[in-house]
């Protein structure tokens, strides 16, 4: 079975339900498949680290010794408790994917230890994976894929783990470290821990865009929000040598196009507001914008009409639905798009 939506994912992570013993954890975000991962299995064995209970494999245990996953997978608990078998895939070869589904369907059929429980953690599983394929078939696995983390994920995670600590952001603040945070989600709660111990755990806190200064120091000129503005404006060059130093950074693709629909969406809410009688400031103060940028956002503001970003909505849409598609030159749709808008723009003056 597949499970993609958070509260179907966020039930399975709390306690499988009985007669599901196997669960491939799978997606591009290694730290996001782990800490799902991590969850799990402290889920099922009261202590996860124990050797007697719980039986850790790679893919390298698997090429030398075959048979090493089912013995694992056949094993009763020394020590009485529920058995757990992990099984970390970090590679693409065909092999170990193949193996794994093999256990997985005998494990699943009940072939093996029906108590004990199997946790696959992979990378982004293709549609002709054999291991997902296995584990989308049965009932008694979950095929769980991890996604990157949408701007609303990790505001909330901000959010979460720094109430946890007794400090806070203030919106415009939020909207900045979010902004710079990288999308591998493992990388990003260093970074949020990092942010914890500036403001001092427990202090009370609650910090504004300029207590962000020393800590974030000067914003890299990759920035993704810094290429969606320069597209919009009419800045082709600059905003295309900005994608491509956020991909030399890790960015990818989809994350280009999300930061041109996030721009988009905050003009076109703010024409909106500016149509129902509000002012130009207001309706870029309500539309989010960050008040470095408030003067070529309103410059901006001035030139795209809303009938003209209703019309260019369509193309980003497609633009990311390209991007998530198995084997898209993702980065060079997001440079396609960028420069769209960009001659877009300077067709309407900018």
């Not at 056949?74 to 590679?91: D, H, N, P, Q, W």
């Not at 109430?163 to 902004?179: M, P, R, Y």
């Not at 295309?240 to 999300?258: F, N, T």
């Not at 629909?261 to 309706?283: P, T, V």
């Amino acid at each position: 079975m597949i499970l993609s939506k958070r509260p179907d994912v966020e039930r399975f992570l709390a306690g499988p339900p009985a007669g599901v013993r196997v669960a491939v954890i799978w997606g591009k975000d290694r730290g996001g498949v782990r800490e799902r991962a991590d969850l799990l299995a402290g889920k099922i064995a009261k202590n996860p680290n124990d050797p007697f209970d719980v039986a850790l494999l790679t893919e390298s245990d698997l090429d030398k010794d075959g048979a090493r996953l089912e013995e694992e997978l056949s094993a009763i608990s020394m020590m009485g408790g529920r058995r757990l078998v992990r099984l970390k895939l970090t590679g693409d070869k065909a092999s170990p994917d193949k193996a794994a589904a093999e256990a997985l369907v005998r494990h699943a059929e009940g072939a093996l230890n029906p108590d004990a429980f199997f946790l696959i953690e992979a990378g982004a599983l293709e549609r002709t994976s054999a291991l997902r394929k296995a584990a989308e078939k049965s009932d008694a696995a979950a095929s769980i894929p991890v996604y990157e983390d949408e701007v609303g994920d990790v505001s909330r995670m901000v959010r979460e783990a720094l109430t946890k600590d007794g400090v806070g952001l203030t919106s415009e603040a939020l909207e900045l470290f979010v902004a710079r945070l990288p999308r591998e989600r493992g990388v990003a709660r260093r970074e949020i821990e990092r942010l914890v111990l500036y403001l001092g755990p427990g202090s009370g806190s609650t910090a504004s865009p300029a207590d962000l200064v020393d800590h974030l120091g000067v914003e890299p000129e990759a920035s993704l929000s810094d290429a969606a503005q320069d597209a919009f404006g009419g800045r082709a060059g600059p905003a295309q040598s900005a994608l491509r130093r956020a991909r030399a950074e890790g960015e990818g693709g989809p994350s280009a196009v999300r930061a041109l629909s996030q721009h988009l969406a905050k003009l076109r809410r703010a024409a909106i507001l500016q149509s129902a009688g509000a002012g130009a400031q207001e309706a870029a103060k309500a539309s989010g914008i960050f008040w470095k940028n408030e003067r070529e956002f309103l410059r901006q503001l001035r030139a795209w009409k809303l009938a003209d970003l209703e019309a260019l909505s369509t193309e980003v849409l497609e633009a990311d639905y390209a991007c998530k598609q198995t084997g898209s030159p993702d980065h060079l749709i997001s440079e396609r798009l960028a420069l769209s808008i960009a001659g877009r723009a300077r067709r309407l003056g900018l």
